[in-house]
């Protein structure tokens, strides 16, 4: 069955700190990952994408690795600010083209505070 | 360009009655698909529609249903409203069938009392 988990499910963390965000995936085949940024009461954001040959990707302070033989992704987000505090949701794309080969995990909300 | 729109923002409805949403996807994208979150359960998919036709259903009851119109703006309806129904319904619109990237409308949030 394709899954998608996340973890931590929530954090919290002070402004400045690093964290790093964890996406474990079951998807088969497997075309693509992505890390969306939702904030509260708005639509997620895409942030990264990262394909099979893929290891790292960074997008400003937010770098993303991907391990396509364990299955694992991580979020990782340097020197953090309050406008960090947001849902981040893994989106796993099997292969195919309809958006029911979409598998999304259930996120995890980050809360920064000064 | 403008982004995916949706509307209304905000609803309150009562048990029984019934409810439509309106997504307009971004310029020249073909791809609406409709997806139910609510706190615990993450995004839920909800059905996908292009160039008017339901291509992809999930697994929601018949009370929920969509269409897609020749302009690609989408409509979803929910019929006999039950409390559970109430979540954040998000849209999201892709350039084609096969485009990976869904960009998403700000959502509408559905209160069933």
């Known amino acids: 069955k394709n899954q998608v988990e996340q973890s931590p499910q929530s954090l919290i963390i002070l402004e400045g700190k690093n964290c790093t965000l964890q996406c474990n995936y079951t998807v088969s085949p497997f075309s693509n990952l992505r890390w969306y940024k939702q904030d509260t009461g708005r639509g997620p954001v895409s942030l990264t994408i990262m394909t099979f040959s893929e290891n790292t990707k960074s997008n400003g302070r937010y770098t993303a690795t991907l391990d396509a033989d364990t299955k694992q992704s991580s979020l990782h987000i340097t020197a953090s600010q309050l406008s960090d505090s947001a849902s981040y949701i893994c989106v796993v794309s099997e292969f195919g083209t309809g958006a029911n080969n979409l598998f999304f995990g259930t996120g995890t909300r980050l809360t920064v505070i000064p | 360009k403008a982004g995916v729109t949706q509307t209304p923002r905000y609803l309150i409805k009562t048990r029984g009655q019934q409810v439509t949403l309106s997504c307009s996807p971004i310029s020249g994208h073909r791809s609406v698909s409709w997806y139910q979150q609510t706190p615990g359960q993450g995004l839920q998919f909800l059905f996908e529609?292009?160039?008017?036709?339901?291509?992809n259903k999930g697994n929601f009851p018949g009370r929920f249903s969509g269409r897609q119109f020749s302009n690609s703006r989408s409509e979803m309806n929910v019929s006999t409203l039950e409390l559970g129904d109430s979540a954040l319904y998000l849209c999201?619109?892709?350039?084609?069938?096969?485009?990976?990237?869904?960009?998403f409308g700000q959502g509408t949030r559905l209160t069933v009392v």
């Open positions: 529609y292009f160039s008017e036709t339901q291509r």
């Open positions: 999201a619109s892709r350039p084609s069938a096969g485009g990976t990237e869904a960009f």
